[in-house]
């Protein structure tokens, strides 16, 4: 079994947004990348005037994970509405989680100002810490070692301060194509 990664957003241009050079970096050195989203159904945005546009933004939610060398995997809940302290949310990350089950994972930083990534980020945290509790079925030996916060945008968040520093210099470049796939969020 390959060693993988798994990132947490709520929205779907989050892990993009956020750890993308890191996420980059890691595929690079072979892990695999997951980007999970828990806001998978944004039909109801105001950019989304058909069911076209929602299949155009949702394949380049999935380009521009690609670039960054990651597969791209959305949960179905609407944008504003992930629940809090949902049992079942929090069993959907804990499935993805096992069935990845990931050496590291990185998640928003639990001081927002945007509900989604509060509660994306609780949710995450308490899936990622109860892995077979939570996702049911056959136990697996979890591999997860590191769980690591991320901020959304310095816009966003309250009292972040990174205790390290990954250098993506040589990914920034990429990071942003991989930003600038998302037309349609114009």
């Not at 960054?68 to 509405?81: E, I, Q």
């Not at 979890?142 to 769980?147: A, F, V």
């Given at each position: 079994?390959?060693?993988?990664?798994?990132?947490?957003?709520?929205?779907?241009?989050?892990?993009?947004?956020?750890?993308?050079?890191?996420?980059?970096?890691?595929?690079?050195?072979?892990?695999?990348?997951?980007?999970?989203?828990?806001?998978?159904?944004f039909?109801?945005?105001?950019?989304?005037h058909?069911?076209?546009?929602f299949?155009?933004?949702?394949?380049?939610?999935h380009?521009?994970?690609?670039?960054?060398?990651?597969?791209?995997?959305?949960?179905?809940?609407?944008?504003?509405?992930?629940?809090?302290?949902?049992?079942?949310?929090?069993?959907?990350?804990?499935?993805v989680?096992?069935?990845?089950?990931?050496?590291?994972?990185?998640?928003?930083?639990?001081?927002?100002?945007?509900?989604?990534?509060?509660?994306?980020?609780?949710?995450?945290?308490?899936?990622?810490?109860?892995?077979?509790?939570?996702?049911?079925?056959?136990?697996?030996?979890?591999?997860?070692?590191?769980?690591?916060?991320?901020?959304?945008?310095?816009?966003?968040?309250?009292?972040?301060?990174?205790?390290?520093?990954?250098?993506?210099?040589?990914?920034?470049?990429?990071?942003?194509?991989?930003?600038?796939?998302?037309?349609?969020?114009?």
């Amino acid at each position: 079994m390959s060693q993988s990664v798994l990132v947490i957003g709520a929205h779907l241009d989050e892990c993009e947004c956020g750890p993308s050079g890191t996420s980059m970096k890691l595929a690079k050195l072979g892990y695999q990348v997951v980007f999970l989203n828990t806001v998978g159904n944004f039909r109801d945005w105001s950019i989304i005037h058909s069911e076209e546009d929602f299949e155009a933004l949702t394949r380049e939610a999935h380009e521009a994970a690609a670039l960054l060398g990651a597969r791209k995997v959305f949960l179905d809940y609407r944008n504003n509405c992930f629940p809090e302290g949902d049992f079942e949310a929090i069993g959907k990350i804990a499935e993805v989680a096992k069935g990845i089950n990931p050496e590291i994972a990185l998640i928003h930083w639990p001081r927002d100002n945007h509900y989604d990534h509060v509660r994306t980020a609780k949710a995450s945290l308490e899936a990622l810490s109860s892995i077979n509790r939570f996702a049911g079925g056959e136990p697996v030996s979890l591999n997860l070692k590191e769980i690591i916060a991320y901020e959304a945008g310095i816009w966003q968040t309250f009292d972040f301060e990174p205790d390290f520093y990954i250098d993506v210099t040589a990914e920034i470049e990429t990071a942003f194509q991989s930003i600038r796939a998302f037309t349609h969020l114009g």
